[in-house]
């Protein structure tokens, strides 16, 4: 989607609620004259952790909303991005404000629409199917199942596929179909992972037969991965905060 910062229109980020903090492209940061500064927060990424600079924002525009903001600094070139929304902005509580009639939003209530390609916030959402989602204001994370296996995944509009953390404990990852090895872009760098065929994927009342996914070799991360909802083919998502549920509708 296209926001501003300041004077400086049309510059390209993307949604993705698999990411706790805001991204901002270091190029974007030099051209926009902005100062980035050392701050204490450790981010995992993959398997490693890192410490990135964070630069603050003042003038952030998406539309008709504008939010003040600190993003933390990254090299984005790969995601042919400006930009990255996390849930530091998604999820806040009182910081965003339509200017027309100045009122604040409480947007505790989200909706993600991939058809229209919009974004709403504060209004609810009567859809098809329901799953809950863990009260964790870091992530978002859901109970989804892989031949009846119970995993905790991470909802990431961010990710191309869905993606299992091979841990040493998950053996049975191994016994998936393999493709074929890829590397990833990551923070850090690049990351090596196995692509895979994913067979009854469960969530909630919806399920799919074969999915493409991802293995990673991690022993950091504390999930058991992350939910791709580009490989699911939702039409929509609306994502209730206060009553911890998402809601979504058929296939697109």
């Given at each position: 989607m296209q926001g501003d910062i300041g004077k400086t229109r049309g510059l390209k980020?993307?949604?993705?609620?698999?990411?706790?903090?805001?991204?901002?492209d270091a190029g974007v940061?030099?051209?926009?004259?902005?100062?980035a500064e050392s701050q204490g927060s450790r981010i995992l990424s993959l398997d490693t952790v890192t410490t990135p600079n964070r630069v603050l924002v003042t003038d952030l525009r998406l539309g008709p909303i504008s939010a003040s903001l600190y993003f933390l600094q990254a090299d984005?070139?790969?995601?042919?991005?400006d930009g990255m929304i996390g849930l530091d902005l998604l999820r806040r509580q009182g910081c965003l404000t339509d200017p027309?009639?100045?009122e604040t939003l409480k947007n505790n209530k989200l909706t993600?629409?991939?058809?229209?390609?919009?974004?709403?916030?504060?209004?609810?959402q009567r859809l098809e199917y329901s799953v809950p989602i863990e009260s964790d204001p870091r992530q978002i994370i859901v109970t989804a199942k892989i031949l009846n296996r119970p995993l905790r995944l991470v909802v990431d509009t961010g990710a191309d596929m869905t993606t299992l953390f091979g841990?040493?404990?998950?053996?049975?990852?191994?016994?998936?179909?393999?493709?074929?090895s890829t590397?990833?872009?990551t923070l850090d760098g690049e990351g090596r992972a196995r692509q895979v065929e994913l067979p009854n994927l469960e969530l909630g009342n919806c399920h799919w037969g074969w999915t493409p996914g991802l293995v990673i070799s991690t022993r950091l991360q504390p999930t058991d991965g992350l939910l791709s909802i580009h490989t699911l083919r939702l039409k929509i998502l609306h994502f209730d905060f206060d009553c911890s549920t998402i809601k979504t509708s058929a296939l697109r």
């Open positions: 980020f993307t949604v993705d609620t698999g990411a706790r903090f805001s991204l901002l940061i030099k051209r926009l004259g902005l100062i984005l070139s790969d995601w042919g991005v027309k009639p100045h993600l629409d991939f058809q229209s390609r919009t974004i709403r916030f504060g209004r609810s841990k040493p404990d998950s053996i049975w990852i191994d016994t998936l179909p393999f493709v074929q590397v990833l872009p």
